[in-house]
């Protein structure tokens, strides 16, 4: 009985190994929690149009892949999340130097951001690749030198390319959108924006125009990024993203990005489960059968 009752609990703690972890099951410390108890209301302020992270629809509701991923921390957290005026991210990054906002979403962390703002564990990450008009063929950044060429002001690739590439002549835009326009108008030459973006306004707007060229080097780690003051909010943040269950984070993710951006297949957690459990049973059957012995013996 003693060897079959081993195994019976080697197999059942196999199996909770494999499961992902439950919903609202928050690993929170007593501070956390008292803070948590006085601040059920934290307002956030969305990009106006920064899909499919973050945008806000024809009635004016802020949508997209942050914003559901916020609403599922809240519904973890026992958090509502209250939406500002939506606006272009540099006015939101000044509102948050004012101490008028009190989350960001979307954000990849910078220095210059971290003076204001620190940041969750990343939620996503996707890569900035170059825009361009269809039938100008695959150029690069340095093939582009003295070209003017679109990014978003404010975006944390902005400092990166004018850093490296400062033999370009940079048009800084309010948002993807609006440099997209630009390009199709004949008035840049390329755009630097992450793929997601891209392939969400194109499909959006209907454009068969432009296309998408290389990628930069530069990618986007996409953090909840919070007011320094409130370090509590930050692991709220991190321990309600790594409460999640597998499967929901695959449906936004699925839901607002391009195959080839969010890599994630819903079979893959069931397989990475079943792995573990086979290896457990390969414990136990390998246990059982020394146990076997060594009584036979």
Not at 237 to 266: C, I, N, S, Y
């Amino acid at each position: 009985m003693g060897i079959r009752l081993f195994l019976l609990l080697l197999v059942l703690s196999a199996f909770a190994w494999s499961r992902p972890a439950m919903a609202g099951a928050l690993q929170l410390d007593d501070e956390t929690q008292r803070w948590l108890a006085v601040h059920r209301t934290i307002y956030y302020a969305p990009e106006s149009d920064y899909g499919p992270f973050v945008f806000t629809d024809a009635q004016g509701v802020p949508q997209g892949l942050s914003v559901d991923f916020l609403q599922l921390i809240g519904e973890q957290a026992g958090i509502r999340f209250a939406a500002l005026p939506a606006a272009p991210l540099s006015q939101n990054l000044e509102g948050v130097k004012l101490g008028k906002v009190d989350v960001l979403t979307s954000l990849r962390p910078t220095p210059e951001r971290a003076q204001w703002l620190d940041f969750s564990k990343p939620y996503v990450l996707v890569p900035a690749a170059l825009a361009v008009r269809s039938g100008a063929g695959q150029p690069d950044l340095a093939a582009l030198a003295g070209k003017r060429v679109a990014v978003g002001k404010g975006y944390a690739v902005e400092g990166f390319v004018r850093e490296h590439y400062p033999s370009l002549r940079w048009e800084a835009v309010p948002d993807d959108a609006s440099g997209l326009r630009l390009l199709r108008g004949g008035q840049v030459e390329a755009m630097v924006l992450d793929e997601a973006s891209f392939a969400f306004i194109v499909k959006r707007e209907g454009w068969k125009d432009l296309t998408l060229g290389d990628r930069v080097g530069y990618d986007y780690p996409l953090s909840m990024a919070y007011r320094k003051d409130w370090p509590e909010l930050g692991r709220i943040f991190d321990a309600a993203l790594l409460a999640l269950p597998p499967d929901q984070k695959t449906v936004v993710l699925t839901r607002w990005l391009p195959e080839r951006q969010h890599g994630t297949r819903r079979g893959d957690n069931a397989i990475a489960a079943g792995g573990i459990a086979i290896v457990a049973a390969g414990i136990a059957v390998l246990l059982y059968s020394r146990l076997r012995k060594q009584r036979a013996a």
